[in-house]
């Protein structure tokens, strides 16, 4: 199918790719291209988008560089971020977790169509996670209304870990609900930064919520 692959870009926010990591992406990008529609794992106006979407997926890396920390993408659907992370970053463990059977049973072939040795695909609601798992970081894309995924997310994060968020240009508008909410379960807002898509003409703003652990107060 020949999904276009934005290779300069994902170096910009990524760093260099190897022959090995480029074939992988491009394979996995050819994979959700063909099931996406079939699966609901992107809709269908977003297919031509999906170069770009990966690219957003590889930007966490201009934010915070994963070096070999565990982490969980929390409702990855078809394995952005998730999948394009453990590509760039072959020494972290990546916990795909996802509600739906027919994802879990994609992205379980892309584990054996890429080889990829460094994921585990959990199939199982967030909800029924909070207690039974934690990470010491988790991230999510596009996972729904700001304070349902907060809710939900920030029980599965260990404390003293950090949940990442990847926010679009209305992250302002956002930023005081999102305090509160994050306050209530014993978070708060770390660290925020923009990272500009080269060629996409957009940026993508992170948000790290810092979760337990020594308080903001404490620790000053």
Known sequence: MGVGLPRAGIEQVAGPLTADQVKRLSLYADKLAADAERMSLISRHELPNLGRHILDSAALLAFRDLSSEEVADLGTGGGLPGVVLSILRPKVKVALIDSRRSRVVFLKSVQRLLGLENIEVVHARLEELAGVRSFPLAVARALGRLDRVLEMSLGVVEAGGSLVLYKG????????????????????????????????????????????????????
Do not use: K, M, Q, Y
């Open 169 to 220: 240009p209305r992250w302002s508008e956002e930023a005081e609900e999102a305090g509160a909410i994050a306050e209530r379960g014993g978070a708060w807002i770390e660290r925020v930064e923009g990272v500009e898509l080269p060629g996409a003409d957009r940026t993508t703003t992170f948000v790290e919520f810092r979760v337990g652990g020594v308080s903001r107060e404490t620790d000053s």
